[in-house]
């Protein structure tokens, strides 16, 4: 039973009440953190303020000296903070394992790239204006929020928080509610680590009860969100500052152009669709293909698919318990649409509690609810349409436009359809997904606004100063 608090200006913060966590994998309650009352999320703004130009002051590489630490701290700990996220988000403990790598390596990078940023010199000679000498820096834009979703609890905490404090802004951090226990546990080690009072401040609580408390503070210079559509829409319009970047969910669409190498893409689409269990924001959400391809390409898809072990987080398993019942529910619902509307499951489609078995529906059309919507579970609808045009066509069809990935072998072909699909990246012949993760990353349409990746993260964190000598 893990017991952590929230963290404000370096102290834990005790409350009368606290948010317990929910191990997916058997329902019990395995954690508690802070329950933060709107006073104590006020005074982390107030600790992030006071601390701010401080922190800038003392420079790069004093800063990067300090969260080097932490970040060290964090390598240290790998694998009880691979424990806590297997524990809290049901996550199998290898893939915590390899977020919490994936996530040291962010940090390396992001302070190399840091070191490496240029000021922007302009010669006004160049532009009519010979007197003119101007050097335009990136510098913090103060304090920002984060806030992050729980299926990569450390990972994309971290990608908002590593870039946003080494370029000398302060924060304030909401974990999931699912992510809070590694959530507080990054402010134990960044206290451990000797970061400075009020630089990093971890507010724990309930999103729906606390989560317009934090957008709406004053004290706001930039917001970092990643998450759901619904939740992404309302924060924009009740924050208190419109400096945002959102990147929120995906209905990512495989497009098969020809048979001519199926094993490949299969193997692609199933760990595109399944690992995590389907949890990712770019896991491959629908499959769009002809009737003649998805012939050969289904029982390729069906024999993978059953090949894939169902159980517990502890053993690896490939796919585990969703997050909690209700999104079990939510998946179990999309299938049970699918099946009266006359799709036809082909694998899975069994399910004790949480724990849905790896669902193959075939046969889904533009009518049935799983063509449209993010189950964000393990269900993949296969969508059998007539032509290159009618996939582009359903493809585009959709709300989300966060990633695509095309498979065939005329590269020429598939680059033209990539050209047409309105989505931030599209992958040809490879399962779409965020890395590597100095790739620009985002989504355009409902799946987001602004873009991440460790560079543009960068660049989202500050902005420009200038200095024009004048001779
Ligand atoms: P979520 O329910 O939208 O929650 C995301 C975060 O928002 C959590 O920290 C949540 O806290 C908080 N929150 C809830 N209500 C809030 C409010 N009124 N104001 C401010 N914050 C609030 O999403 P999720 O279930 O954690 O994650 C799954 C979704 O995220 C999927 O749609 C997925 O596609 C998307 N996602 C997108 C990306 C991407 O990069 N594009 C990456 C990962 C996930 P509580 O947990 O306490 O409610
Ligand atoms: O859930 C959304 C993540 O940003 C996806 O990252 O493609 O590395 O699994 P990934």
Request: proline content about 4%; glycine content about 8%.
């Amino acid at each position: 039973m893990y017991k952590f608090k929230a963290m404000i200006n370096n102290k834990f913060i005790e409350t009368k009440t606290q948010l317990e966590i929910i191990n997916p994998d058997g329902l019990e309650v395995c954690g508690t953190v802070s329950a933060l009352s709107k006073e104590q999320i006020n005074h982390a703004f107030l600790a992030a303020r006071q601390a701010q130009k401080r922190w800038e002051k003392l420079g790069l590489d004093e800063r990067i000296k300090s969260l080097n630490r932490w970040k060290e701290l964090l390598l240290e700990n790998k694998a009880e903070l691979a424990t806590i996220i297997m524990t809290e988000v049901g996550k199998g403990y290898k893939d915590a394992l390899v977020e919490v790598e994936r996530t040291v390596e962010y940090m390396a990078e992001t302070f190399m790239q840091a070191k490496d940023l240029q000021p922007l010199k302009l010669d006004g000679a160049k532009y009519g204006a010979p007197n003119k000498q101007a050097t335009f820096t990136r510098v913090a834009k103060g304090v920002g929020v984060a806030i992050s979703p729980f299926n990569y609890p450390i990972n994309l905490a971290i990608s908002k928080i590593a870039p946003a404090l080494v370029m000398g802004n302060t924060l304030v951090f909401k974990p999931a509610t699912q992510g809070s226990l590694i959530g507080a546990r990054l402010g134990e080690l960044a206290v451990e680590a000797g970061i400075p009072e009020g630089i990093f401040n971890v507010v724990t609580g309930r999103g729906r009860e606390i989560g317009d408390e934090i957008v709406k503070n004053p004290e706001i210079d930039f917001i970092s969100f990643t998450g759901s559509v619904g939740v992404g829409k309302h924060l924009l319009e009740v924050a208190s500052s419109k400096d945002v970047v959102l990147e929120l969910g995906g209905k990512d669409p495989a497009i098969v152009i020809d048979a001519d190498n199926l094993e490949k893409y299969a193997n692609e689409i199933v760990s595109g669709a399944f690992s995590y269990s389907g949890q990712r924001c770019t896991a491959i959400k629908r499959v769009l293909t002809t009737n003649e391809i998805a012939d050969q390409l289904v029982p390729l898809l069906v024999k993978k698919i059953n090949n894939l072990t169902v159980g517990k987080p502890a053993d690896n398993a490939d796919i585990t318990p969703l997050i909690d019942l209700k999104s079990a529910d939510f998946v179990w619902e999309l299938i049970a649409d699918a099946k009266a509307k006359g799709a036809i499951t082909l694998t899975g489609d069994s399910r004790v509690a949480n724990l849905i078995t790896p669902t193959l529906v075939d046969h889904v059309t533009t009518e049935m609810r799983l063509a449209w919507e993010e189950p964000f579970g393990p269900a993949l609808p296969i969508i059998r349409l007539n032509s290159i045009e009618e996939m582009i066509k359903v493809a585009n069809a959709s709300n989300f436009g966060l990633q695509a990935s095309v498979y065939g072998t005329n590269i020429d072909q598939a680059i033209e359809i990539a050209q047409q699909i309105e989505a931030g990246t599209i992958n040809i012949n490879g399962k779409s997904q965020r890395g590597p993760d100095q790739f620009p990353f985002l989504g355009v349409k409902d799946s987001g606004f602004g873009t991440q990746g460790i560079g543009e993260t960068i660049l989202s964190v500050t902005r420009y100063k200038g200095i024009v000598i004048n001779n």
